[in-house]
């Protein structure tokens, strides 16, 4: 059975950083497709942030060159480090992942809709203020 486990969510000033975690049981990290999505109220789940199994990564543009999406292949757990964060970025950040062979091409197109992804975190909230 497959769970994830966000957490390192938080309150910033703009600008500021945060460093969330998925801890994961179930699957290996290193061997399959992981990513982080993001949802505010009233608008549909946002695709932030890929990882392949074979370490090639996928941002959406709106986070490119500021975040960070990496993999602790000794605790199972994926990271998404959040820099230079303004008040766009505040949501509730998700992890989810592909449990089985994906191609790399597969991984990153996956962060175009939430309906690919079939197992999911409760989520970590991230809240930016200026």
């Known amino acids: 059975q497959v769970q994830l486990v966000e957490s390192g969510g938080g309150s910033v000033l703009s600008g500021g950083s945060l460093r969330l975690a998925c801890t994961t049981s179930g699957l290996t990290v290193m061997s399959n497709c992981v990513a982080w999505f993001r949802q505010v109220p009233g608008k549909e789940r946002e695709g932030v942030a890929a990882?392949?199994?074979?370490?090639?990564?996928y941002y959406s543009d709106s986070v490119k060159g500021r975040f960070t999406i990496s993999r602790d292949k000794n605790k199972n757990v994926v990271h998404l480090q959040l820099t230079d964060l303004n008040r766009e970025d505040t949501a509730m950040y998700y992890c989810t992942a592909v449990k089985g062979p994906v191609s790399s091409e597969n991984c990153g197109r996956r962060l175009e809709s939430a309906t690919e992804w079939p197992y999911w975190g409760q989520g970590t909230q991230v809240t930016v203020s200026s």
């Open positions: 990882r392949s199994d074979a370490g090639y990564t």
